[in-house]
């Protein structure tokens, strides 16, 4: 099976999660996107949805589901995202997509968090993937000399423009993102913790305070269900 097929099984198998007449909460990036379309399928039953980005809001009301600010909403069910990496213990990278804050906020007040991916993001120890951690511009400079110090090796994320230079990535929340390679994380917890208390992060894209509930991962032999 292609990457893609087994983001589109693991897609249908998240919509036996979704709690009809809720809120659901909606992640960000290529899996997600096979999940939104899978939930256009069944939006009648469900009250709404939280989005984790503008792009999922944008795909989101695409097919006509409602997306709800998340000031207007005291509860959000089920949270439903991909990864970058996974741990047997469910702690995860994420921010591959860029959209790790709000990820990050709307799975902190989901009742679930249902991670769907790929079984290439299986991994023993997180930190090939580079970890992203969003930043206040003002603040790129000093951030990427304390994650240095913890023994990565920063880059800032860039975009091409149309004219052909590179510039700085801009998130949805005006940040940057610093990409950190070269980090082996065999305590993501504590990791977590000392890069959360970084002047100037926004957040950082280790979810192991906060990690998945349940991961339904694609493998050649069917979808596999984890529960941590
Ligand atoms: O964290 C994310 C976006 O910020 C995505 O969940 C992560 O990057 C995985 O993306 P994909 O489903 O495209 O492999």
Known sequence: MTQDELKQAVAVAAIHYVVDGEIIGVGTGSTANFFIDELAKIKHRIKGTVASSEATAARL?????????????????????GADEITASGAMIKGGGAALTREKIVASVSGKFICIADGSKLVEVMGKFPLPVEVLPMARAAVMRKLTALGGQPKLRTMRTNAGSDQAFITDNGGEIIDVAGLAILDPVALEREINQVPGVIAVGLFALRGADVCLLGTGDGVKTLTF
């Open 61 to 81: 009301r695409g097919h006509g589901i409602d997306v709800f600010d998340l000031n207007e909403v005291t509860s959000i069910a089920v949270y439903i995202d």
